[in-house]
């Protein structure tokens, strides 16, 4: 009794409008010091912030106040990506509208993207375009990319850039979670582990192996969801393991760049200038930071793309800084938390790898630039200024969206009529289509994207009337009845 009453308080309109409230403040004084620095460009500034606010009050007064539905997820990636609007507009004015054109595409996407993992029977149609179209934006940068910092990931259009290895990223999860419910044969298991092989194998080709390292790190992360098996996961690395040192062997200029990594100090003015800048400004910026445009890491190359997170720690203080990190910590485990009530195993293996994609490259970036780990160029989720970083942040961000079993709620539905009614068939709960359906325990081959929990449908009583066990087994609503 007391779980329910502090459930329906956690979930009240009002408590989320008080949450909700504080974070507008932070934003509209953050704006405003943005805005008063801004000189020639205050009115444009003024215009990006004040659509920035229109669209996220919009997106909670429908969503949340009028529809109901959970909004933890938007506050948390609006609130990142205001900090990435407001720090390009302080230190580049002229590129907040790019970045603030893809955060608007983003935030369509993401409800355009919910909207069609709603329907499992789409989903599963797309499997074999969705592989195709990873492969191809993949195969596309390398025959018409430009090569920049020593990795060919960008199609320069105009004086647009793009990386389409990021939007690639919501392509892999989408084809590895759909490709689960096929596993079960070994010709299935070959075509993924084809698949995820030849997008690294490209991404490698392109020289960018920090995203090479995230596309690894997330199909480890959906074979162990699919398996289970950590000794089949050991031996994947171990593959892996002895592939990169063959690449370091026949490749010496990929040692190369990792020749600084645990000797910045002794290169601070040569390989370890980026990292060495982050400590010593992040340091100086303490709990509460120096003030928003008031830094030094500013001034450095790449500060408001790789080193973000040295920048946020000396403006805005390690508090703010620590609490970024801490948002794909809990992405995690708020993925982890909804895939046990997931109404499919299609959205908890997509939502688990989704967030772990964006901790393991949030990781890279943390401890990148702090020297904890190879400094790889990887962008900080959100946060970081690029307008393909953007989209692929808000696209991945849709899948945790999608496991949350209250997204997509069940309604009473009429069951599908029966042209072949087959003895034997497992039941199993609403796909999307307006109907109840079933399917077969052994004759078909059981689909990753069926409800997880269709064998509790019986004792529930909740989701209608069984057709029948597998196996033949005899529902336990009939066994009950017969010992009466």
């Given at each position: ?29 953050y ?32 969503f949340k ?15 990142l990506?205001?900090l ?10 002229k590129?907040?509208l ?9 935030v ?6 919910v ?20 492969v ?8 018409l ?7 060919r ?24 979670a ?23 194998g ?14 690894f ?37 990929v ?8 000797h ?6 040569g ?7 982050v ?46 990190a ?58 970081s ?10 696209g ?6 999608a496991v ?7 309604k009473?539905?009429?069951p ?25 325990a ?16 019986y004792?529930?009583g909740s ?7 597998a ?14």
């Amino acid at each position: 009794m007391k779980y329910r009453t502090l459930s329906k308080i956690a979930d009240s309109r009002f408590l989320w409008l008080l949450i909700y409230v504080p974070v507008l403040a932070f934003q509209l004084i953050y704006a405003g010091k943005v805005i008063s620095a801004a000189g020639d460009m205050a009115a444009t500034i003024t215009t990006y912030f004040t659509l920035f606010i229109l669209i996220e009050t919009g997106c909670f007064v429908f969503f949340k106040l009028i529809l109901g539905k959970r909004f933890e997820l938007e506050i948390a990636a609006f609130m990142l990506s205001f900090l990435s609007i407001a720090i390009t507009a302080s230190v580049s004015p002229k590129r907040t509208l790019v970045q603030f054109i893809t955060f608007a595409a983003g935030v369509g996407i993401y409800y355009a993207f919910v909207w069609f993992l709603k329907n499992t029977r789409w989903i599963s149609t797309m499997r074999v375009p969705a592989a195709l179209g990873a492969v191809g934006l993949l195969a596309a940068t390398v025959a018409l990319g430009t090569t920049y910092n020593g990795a060919r990931n960008w199609i320069m259009i105009g004086d647009i850039s793009i990386q389409p290895s990021e939007l690639a990223k919501i392509l892999f999860i989408f084809v590895g979670a759909v490709t689960l419910d096929k596993l079960q044969s070994i010709r299935s298991l070959s075509k993924y582990i084809l698949f995820a092989a030849c997008c690294i194998g490209i991404i490698f080709v392109m020289k960018d192996f920090g995203t090479a390292l995230i596309f690894f790190a997330t199909f480890l992360i959906i074979s162990f969801m699919r398996s289970g098996d950590i000794k089949k996961i050991m031996l994947i690395c171990g593959a892996a393991a002895v592939g990169a040192v063959a690449i370091v062997i026949f490749k010496p200029y990929v040692a190369n760049r990792f020749m600084t990594y645990r000797h910045i100090w002794e290169n601070m003015d040569g390989g370890g200038y980026q990292q060495t800048r982050v400590l010593i400004y992040s340091a100086s910026g303490g709990l509460f930071g120096v003030g928003l445009g008031n830094g030094q890491l500013r001034r450095v190359f790449a500060a408001t793309e790789d080193l973000i997170f040295g920048v946020l720690c000396e403006e805005f203080g390690l508090i703010i800084a620590f609490t970024v990190a801490l948002t794909y910590v809990a992405f995690a485990f708020y993925a982890i938390k909804m895939a046990k009530t997931a109404r499919s195993t299609f959205y908890s293996i997509a939502a688990c790898a989704a967030a772990g994609l964006m901790l393991f490259q949030a990781a890279l970036n943390i401890f990148g630039v702090t020297d904890l780990l190879p400094l790889t160029g990887v962008t900080l989720p959100f946060v970081s200024r690029g307008g393909s970083s953007m989209l692929s942040s808000w696209g991945l961000l849709a899948f945790l969206k999608a496991v949350d079993p209250l997204t997509y709620p069940v309604k009473k539905l009429s069951p599908r009529p029966q042209t072949d009614a087959v003895p034997g068939a497992e039941y199993a709960d609403y796909l999307g289509d307006g109907y109840d359906d079933s399917y077969l325990a052994r004759k078909a081959p059981k689909s990753g994207i069926y409800i997880s929990a269709a064998k509790n449908a019986y004792a529930s009583g909740s989701t209608g009337r069984a057709q029948g066990g597998a196996e033949g087994r005899t529902p336990p609503s009939t066994r009950s009845k017969r010992k009466r």
